[in-house]
């Protein structure tokens, strides 16, 4: 039974001038990005799609995106359909929709569609994939000191609900002197014959570290092929933090499960984020939120499980925000325009000035990597004889927004972007040159 037939079995009519399924992303990519085109690597243009205010310079982005003006055109194009006719527009897209957005999402990110999921954030997609995988008492989890309290709480709760242990392991005493070599080493190390799950963070927000995930997995698949396929290792990464900043398939990046929010350096709508998983990670995995999928017609029994795409499977279900998760193939688009490449050498081209001018002032030490290959778009630091949050209290009157690091050792934080410009840079920079 095809998606429409079963919506008119339920009794659902769907009006004759409502939109085709799928057609309502081409249409408000039509709308949005109409006036709103810029050229690959055209940052002024590009910041100009933001209303973000001129008052303060803008150096904590990362933490919550502003809509650019394509985003915020299909959000408000669905906003306002929905308010004008809510049970029509939801009915006539909701079972086609999620998977339209799944493609565009793997038009950035790579993979299959079919093995993406959707979600509202990084800590639900980290919970989802935590809470989810098939593991028994006994069993290991091993994670790393270095990651977010997301990460922290929700193997936490599935440790207290299963028996499963969680053991962690430090990567790198300092963050400044991190190297490959020592990674690698220290998680082999780490690993003991219980572990089944690797739980690591691509880019630290605690250090700015960027991990050499390639290198882990590399060395995870080692050890795997000296085990039996009941004592595989799973590695998952919450890669919020790379994601939007990277030039990265994330199907070749080497993990099984790749977890990041979309409202971040995607400049995706609030409320949205991705889960990819490859073949062998979902085989391992359970569904924790029903499903608002082709699941449903499972459930009535005119669909044969297997017949539903993983991703869509996995997806939570219920009443979302769904003019944001349905706008979120603007900010894919968006960023395909600019050029992942072009992306990346920016964000790395602006954070190696923050770096390298930190490091010339006697006042300041640095945490972060000056290395690109394992640093990413945050800069960690400390002020002598200031606190960090008294930096970022200082900065902001200076007409600077930054941010401090929200660990039990927290440090003052850069996050420079793509909205940011070299003398952006160098005001900040003098800022803190002449603190004290």
């Not at 985003?71 to 006539?92: C, G, L, T």
């Not at 242990?165 to 400044?176: E, G």
């Not at 998983?277 to 608002?292: C, L, M, R, T, Y």
């Amino acid at each position: 039974m095809q998606r429409r037939e079963f919506l008119n079995s339920l009794g659902f009519g769907i009006g004759a001038s409502l939109l085709a399924p799928g057609s309502v992303i081409a249409q408000s990519a039509d709308m949005s990005m109409e006036g709103a085109i810029v050229r690959a690597g055209d940052w002024k243009a590009l910041r100009k799609l933001f209303p973000l205010t001129h008052d303060y310079i803008q150096l904590s982005t990362f933490l919550l995106a502003s809509h650019p003006k394509p985003v915020a055109d299909a959000i408000e194009k669905h906003r306002r359909a929905f308010d004008e006719n809510p049970s029509d527009y939801w009915h006539d897209n909701y079972l086609t929709i999620d998977s339209e957005i799944s493609k565009s999402a793997a038009q950035y990110m790579g993979g299959k569609s079919e093995n993406i999921a959707l979600t509202d954030s990084t800590t639900m997609g980290l919970a989802m994939v935590y809470s989810g995988l098939k593991l028994q008492a006994g069993d290991e989890i091993l994670q790393t000191v270095h990651d977010h309290y997301s990460t922290d709480m929700s193997l936490a709760h599935r440790a207290n609900r299963s028996g499963v242990k969680i053991q962690r392991i430090s990567l790198y005493d300092d963050p400044a002197k991190v190297s490959i070599k020592d990674v690698v080493a220290r998680l082999e190390q780490g690993i003991n014959r219980d572990t089944r799950v690797f739980a690591a963070t691509w880019v630290h927000s605690s250090t700015g570290v960027k991990l050499p995930i390639r290198a882990m997995a590399d060395a995870i698949k080692r050890i795997n092929k000296t085990r039996k396929s009941t004592q595989q290792i799973l590695f998952c990464v919450d890669g919020v933090h790379g994601f939007g900043i990277e030039n990265q398939d994330v199907s070749e990046l080497g993990c099984d499960f790749f977890i990041a929010g979309t409202h971040k350096w995607i400049f995706g709508p609030r409320g949205t984020g991705v889960i990819w998983g490859n073949d062998k990670a979902w085989e391992q995995s359970e569904a924790v939120i029903p499903s608002f999928s082709d699941s449903y017609t499972v459930w009535m029994g005119l669909m044969q499980q297997e017949q539903v795409p993983v991703g869509e499977h996995m997806s939570p279900g219920g009443f979302h925000s769904f003019e944001h998760r349905w706008a979120l193939p603007e900010a894919f688009k968006l960023h395909l325009q600019l050029g992942k490449k072009n992306v990346q050498n920016r964000i790395h081209q602006l954070n190696q000035q923050t770096k390298h001018g930190l490091a010339k002032m006697p006042n300041v030490t640095l945490y972060t990597p000056d290395s690109s290959e394992l640093s990413s778009g945050l800069v960690c630091f400390d002020v002598r004889g200031v606190d960090p949050e008294s930096v970022v209290k200082r900065m902001h009157d200076k007409g600077i927004i930054m941010s401090s690091t929200p660990y039990r050792t927290s440090y003052a934080r850069f996050a420079p972007s793509l909205i940011n410009n070299e003398q952006e840079i160098e005001t900040a920079l003098a800022e803190i040159s002449a603190m004290s």
